[in-house]
């Protein structure tokens, strides 16, 4: 991540916005509140670094979209701590609706101090992303962090209600793909076209080119969670740092176990009979491979890259941030994990 | 709550308010998602009705706020609007955290539909909260807006810490009445000082008259707490509607439990023994009151609604809202619910 300057150069940015922001909680009487937040966002405890704190990949497209537009970035970091916190209060209660023990190869919130204390953190994480933007006021003008507000609000909606459509399919056996589009539209692609949408808005660009930088966040959305899919069950185990845990003993219904229960073969069979175990992994992989699904996500994850770089390029992102964007997807959509 | 006309005449215009704001999340794939947040509200399924809505004491105190500093209520409805979902927001995660099993008579969400959709229907509740007070732009200067938002959302992270001390305290035995008092200063003062603030900051008020609202609505906080938790321990068991659960039994540390064992007398050595039963509940509240407890907390409570009663006289409220203002603080401060 670190292999192009600038974007080497706004993560200790970053890093010093968003613990700036949750210092509001050091007080004596929060501490071990706060303590819960610097160690879910990877500053302390056990794990603590970079490994735990994630890739920052949000304020990231904040601040670059922004700089691209020929915004200065410094005037983004609010919005980029807000949306980084937005996504974390996410991780934070996904982490306990899911029962993920593990969360960036550390404990989940929840499982360190408990259900309540976790949904607290998620959100103090959420009311914390609200008073950033809110302190942005003098930068802008008040129009401009309204829409920002209108913008991001809206995305969490989106995600809430993908979040809602993600636990409603676990029960439903009849899930199709335009379902898991409806659903990952949501709980992926709402935020980072969020992220693009409003680093545009802030770097000035007129509506045309908005919408443009939206376009971009919502694909690379889309084909980052594809690519996510494809790792999950195909990825080195080690490097997703998800445990040794495939999405296939998880029983989560992704693009390519929906691929494979279309075509009601011999996956589809070996599904409807019950939960997988670790020891039945890799021969399943391997068949669900040869059933076509693993080319499947492939190239929809690569179609979906592709709409992505098109709607950038008609973009046309300026100077150094722009190449930075290109780096960026690059980097993500070529990931191990 | 109808005996006064105005206050009658706000109750339904609040409450299509809400169901519009609601409506948002009416469309074919989410349309489980949006039965979950009426039932929440008190709007559909068993038990439907006024009794399950809940008094909607937040809203009223804004509109009637804006109205008696000469502001027209009807434009303060988003933010009225606003207030509430973030009461409901809390309430449904207040409810996962502290296990209850009914809200207002009726099954609690994650009762009914689990504990990760009840998540998200708090968290759903709050993001159109956001949604909601951002929409009032048309109405208002962008820089009020933006400042009814900044009050609403530190008056959110109080609440959020104030759950946070609440359920740090379960498990230390020295809680003492002051940190009982920082406890409820977030859990229940926040909102209502929000709500009386914001109401005279919509209504056109300056900032000695908005401070004065403010103050107003702390000590209301306070009072009503405190009165919820002489309820809680010699209320009537049938009307305060949380099924036949003492707070004793519940082991709640609230404000008579605090009195009774600073007195180091027989109600601290039993309750020192560990959970008390159903059977014990009476002898124990009897025994408590005898302690002085019971005074205690009446006196308390009193204090609070004199200094309540003071800001709201210094804030010269006026008019049929002015008058309402105080009814409403007589209805809250006397229920015996």
């Known amino acids: 991540m670190g292999s192009n300057l600038l974007i080497a150069s706004m993560l200790p940015v970053i890093e010093a916005k968003l613990q700036q922001v949750v210092s509001r909680l050091d007080e004596p009487r929060t501490r071990i509140f706060h303590e819960m937040l610097t160690y879910h966002l990877g500053w302390s405890g056990d794990g603590a670094g970079p490994d735990a704190t994630g890739k920052r990949i949000r304020p990231l497209l904040v601040l670059l979209s922004c700089?691209?537009?020929?915004?200065?970035?410094?005037?983004?970091?609010s919005a980029a701590a807000c949306l980084e916190l937005i996504h974390n209060f996410s991780l934070a209660h996904d982490d306990i609706q899911d029962g993920s023990i593990l969360r960036r190869s550390t404990l989940a919130v929840w499982?360190?101090?408990?259900?309540?204390?976790?949904?607290?953190?998620?959100?103090?994480?959420?009311i914390l992303a609200q008073l950033t933007l809110l302190e942005q006021n003098n930068l802008f003008p008040p129009e401009i962090t309204l829409k920002a507000g209108a913008l991001i609000n809206t995305a969490c909606l989106e995600l809430s209600t993908g979040q809602f459509l993600d636990l409603a399919y676990e029960d439903r056996a009849d899930m199709t793909i335009d379902d898991y589009l409806?659903?990952?539209?949501?709980?992926t692609a709402a935020l980072l076209s969020a992220c693009t949408q409003i680093g545009s808005v802030l770097g000035g660009a007129d509506d045309v080119i908005q919408q443009k930088y939206r376009s971009f966040g919502h694909f690379l959305g889309l084909a980052f969670q594809m690519q996510d899919d494809y790792l999950g069950i195909?990825?080195?185990m080690e490097l997703t740092g998800k445990s040794i845990e495939s999405d296939l003993v998880a029983g989560k219904k992704t693009l390519p176990v929906l691929f494979g229960l279309k075509k009601q073969g011999e996956f589809a069979r070996r599904w409807a009979e019950g939960p997988i175990s670790y020891a039945e992994v890799r021969d399943l992989s391997e068949q669900l491979a040869k059933e076509g699904a693993k080319l499947y996500t492939q190239h929809f994850a690569e179609e979906m890259t592709d709409l992505a770089l098109q709607s950038l390029r008609s973009a046309a992102p300026h100077g150094e941030a722009g190449s930075a964007l290109y780096d960026?997807?690059?980097i993500l959509l070529n990931r191990q994990s």
Chains 1, 2 share one sequence.
């Not at 700089?67 to 970091?77: I, R, V």
């Not at 409806?182 to 709980?187: R, T, V, Y």
Request: net charge positive; with cysteine.
């Open 67 to 77: 700089a691209a537009c020929g915004g200065n970035w410094q005037n983004a970091l």
């Open 111 to 126: 499982k360190k101090w408990g259900m309540a204390q976790a949904i607290n953190v998620g959100d103090a994480l959420f």
């Open 182 to 187: 409806a659903m990952i539209s949501g709980k």
């Open 234 to 236: 195909w990825g080195d």
């Open 328 to 330: 960026l997807t690059n």
